[in-house]
Structures are given as structure tokens and as C-alpha cells.
């Protein structure tokens, strides 16, 4: 008999529920995406005992068909796709045809269904795999789906479930996101047979009051710029509307609610010179594209996307947000003050000075700043020869013009280093003078305590210096003059998320390349030619420096030929 065996198919589903249905938030939010591409104007959602025991929710969408009721709880049926044509432009929240399914296999499972054409309504249920007869019932046309005794016949996912306390939460903040993204639905939220939250159709101001507080509303300001195949709406948070933990930071692409690195490295950037120390911004922002310019297709969950022209839209979020920001910039000018105009005369006069403040931004093995034996050989990317709007340099080489984005190809240079590093044992550690102290949660303090050789491993020395107070004794060399209370946030967070072993081997890369982000040299710093020169030679040293650690390009080449033909010369 073979020793490999196919899977019977309630295994499958279940095997697919583990991707999809991580807890009662997971489930509520496959429903209510069903009931927004039902076309629903009005939903309701019942939940009780934080969603274990059942979760409800009730739409007065297009409604389901007797006819196609078993194909709605069958595995990859759907009525949003039929092609892979379909598929690269899909508007609908879902798309699998799989959710149903997955629930339906570790739940007790029933649809009653009307569409507004039908006699009267029908019901099925549902219990692991025994899908029970259609039967005629009573309703408004629209659909009810009720999930009950999640996991009732997995008792080893039972386990992981936490308290109601916990599992309401989750619901909320599913809840919430979705009610963010489509302020003319109406939406009602009960728990255990109390109303929690009750909100009309209203305009997206008025939903983003009711659902962030009003003390943020009247601490952001509105975003809209649309550009060409690109629009970016919603309310950009103040540093008045800044937070302690970054918790109320919401990116909608096309509606969908999704945490995605780029956008969130744009918004970063954004708001590097407004906000510094401990606080997080918060926003609430939607980014509306050409379905076919992104991929929703990357997650089972599809909280993650995939830009097919990532770097035009980190370049448009990060200059539309900041061009948003800019009039609150003025009244905090926080970061600008340090770097007088002398540094800039310096440079433009192309005095050759080891310049101490950015040694200690690119850290303590930066001190080939010399330049007076430059000139003699050719190097690749050529001479700088000035500064452009603080993000990019401009060079000169033998073929014509080099442009730099200064930001990104210094967070790779930090990146191939902080990787050699740790390649060689550990992350090069420096002592700090004062150590910086950040206040954290009892589970950060617990998680920095157990895991200090790791976090040593990482550079980072990190001890509890009160029940809520984490105090960092030593930084990675790198990092100098960095922001070691944010790194040390981001780090923690990563541990407690994926753990220490994952961190230090999978995920190697992305925790890298967080940890260049904060080290790297921020856009408007003003350099002098000297320092931009070293920039330029670390460059030509660093094996993959031609594209950042998001994967955009770090540097572009402008020849000769290529000006000429702009100008029409030599024709
Ligand atoms: N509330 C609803 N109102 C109307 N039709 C629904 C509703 N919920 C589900 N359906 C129908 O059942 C089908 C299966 O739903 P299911 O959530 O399993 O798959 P999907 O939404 O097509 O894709 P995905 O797995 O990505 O969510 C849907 O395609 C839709 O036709
Ligand atoms: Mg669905």
C-alpha cells in the first residue's frame, strides 16, 4: 500500500482554516466582507462570548439563491471570479471562494438567505462537514450567517483561543477597520445582546470621528491628492494626534485594510521630521489605484499586497503626505534647526572636514572622509556636486549625471554591514553615555528579559529598569545618534511576534532592514560634498548597492547622450 495518501477533503479545509481562520476576528471579518460584496447598505453584527460561542452577522445584501447555497460552503466556488483575467483586476473583497468553506469546516455553520426576487427565504446548516438539507424559511431579503462553537471539533486550536476580553478586541478592531473603509454603510456591533457600536451611513469625516475620537479629527489634516492612476485620501494625525504605540495607523488599498511594509516605510519617512523620540504617528489614509496595478493574491488573509510599481507609489505617499503635513512642520520646526547653513557653505566650498555629526549618523567605522585623494582615480559613480531638495545627490561621473537617492542607498550600505556583522557572531555593540530609557508594557519588559542574548546577539543591550520602564544600555555601533528607543520597540515587537530563533534566521532580512531604516540618514539632512563623496565610495563597496532594502533603486544614470537627446542637441 503507498505510503502517501490524499487527503480526505474536511482535512483540507481544515488544513485551509489554519491559514484563514486564526480566531473569531478572522471569521468576522470574512462575513463581513461577504456582506459589502453582497452590495449591502445596512449589517449587523451579533456577537457573544467574544465570538467563541457565536458570531452573527446580517446584511441586506443581493442575497443567495437556493439553488447556490451548497456551492457557497463548497471549496473554491465563488460568483466574483470566473478567469485569471477576472482575477488581476478584482474590486470584490473576496475572491477564493474559500472562506465559507474553511469556516464551515471548524465551526457549526447557517446561512438563511432571501434574494429580493424570491418567494421566501432559505436556510441550510452546517456542521463540520455534514452540510444538512435547504429548507424553506423566513427573512428579509438579504443574508444571515451564524458561526457557532468555533472550533468545536479542533479542540488543539480550541487551546490557543485567549479570554472573551481578549477575543472581543480582535472583533472590534476587525470591526472598526471595516466600518473605517465604507462610511456609507451603515453598521451595529453587540456583544453578548448589548449594542457596543451603532453607526449610521455618514460621510468618511464624520465615520473617522465617530470611530478615531474627535480629539483626532481636529488634530490631523484631510489628504487628497489624486495623480496620474494614484489617489490618496483620508486624515493625516498631527504630532498633536500622535500616540505612544502605533495603534492607530490604518491603510485602506482599494478599500482593503492591509499592513504593508512600503506604505508604511512611506508614512515613516514622512513624518521622520516631524516626530521623533517615542511617538507614533496616526492615520487614517486610503489609497485608491488600478486594481491591476496591485496584487491582493499574496496572503491568504490578504492583509498583504504587492505593488507592481512599488517605487512610484512609496513616492507619491511619502511627498503627498508630506507635502499634507508640511503647514504643521512650520509651526514645529523639531528636526531642521540643528544644521546651520554654515555646514552647507562648507560644502558647496568644498572644504575636505571629517564631519563629526555625520560620522555619528553612519556610525563609528565612518572615518574615511578624506578628500584629498579623490580626484586622482576614476570612481564609477563619479564627484557629487550638490544636494537636491535633501533627498537626492547630484554627481558627476565620466558618462554624464548620477542621481542618488541618499536615504535609500545609505540604508542598504547599513544593511550589507549590520548583515557582515552578524554573519561574523553579533552585531558590533556601543555603550551608551546615558542610556535611553523608553517606557513599555509589562509583556515588552517580559520579552526583553527573556530573550537578552538574542537582543545582545543584535546589538542591543536591553534591561528592565522599573515594571514599566526598559532601559537600553548599549545600541548597535551603526545606530550611533539613531533612535534607539524606536529600534528597540520594533525589535521587541518582532521578537514577540515571530521569536527569537525566526527572527535571527527567516526573517533575517526584513530585521535588517528595519534596523537600517533607523539608522540611515534621513531625507533633508543637509550634507557637504565631502560627505557625500564618502557616501558615493561606500556605495561602490557594497556589494548590492544599486537597489534599496524595499527593492527600489538606489541611484540612476542620466549620460550624456540621454541630456542631450532632452535638449535636442546634436541633431
Ligand atoms: N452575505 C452574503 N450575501 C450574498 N452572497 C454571499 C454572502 N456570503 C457569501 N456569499 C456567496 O457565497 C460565495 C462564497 O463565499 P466565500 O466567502 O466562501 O468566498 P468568496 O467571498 O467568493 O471568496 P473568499 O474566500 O476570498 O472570501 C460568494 O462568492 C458569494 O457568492
Ligand atoms: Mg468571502
Redesign the pocket.
Known sequence: MSRIQVLPELLVSQIAAGE?VERPASVLK??L???L??G?TAVTVSLDEGGVKRIQ?E?D????AAA?LP??LARH????IASLEDLEGVA??????????SIASVSRLSIV?RRPDAAHANAVHCEGEIAGTIEPAARAA??T?TVGDLYFNTPARRKFLRTEATEFGHCDEVFCRIALSRPDVAFTLKHNGRVSRLLRAQTPAERVGALMGEAFSAASVAVDAPAAGLRLSGLAGTPQAATARADSQYFFVNGRFVRDRLLAHAAREAYAELLHGERAPAYVLFLALDPRGVDVNVHPA?TEVRFRDARSVHQFVMHTLKRALAPSAAEAPVAYASFSNDRLVQGSLGLAQPAAAYQAFMGSSFNSLDSKSQGDEQHPLGYALAQLHGIYILAQNEAGLVLVDMHAAHERIVMEKLKKNLDAGAVQRQSLLVPAVLRAEALEVATAEENRAPLEQLGLEVAASGPNELAVRAAPALLAGGDVAALTRDLLREIREFGAATVLSSRQNELLATMACHAAVRANRILSLAEMNALLREMEETERSGSCNHGRPTWYQLTLADLDKLFLRGR
Open positions: 484563514v470574512e462575513l466582507e461577504n456582506s460584496d453582497a449591502a452577522v446584511d445584501g443581493e442575497g443567495i447556490d456551492l457557497a466556488a465563488t460568483s466574483k470584490t473583497m473576496g475572491f477564493r471562494g474559500e472562506a465559507l468553506a438567505s438579504g443574508t450567517v490578504k
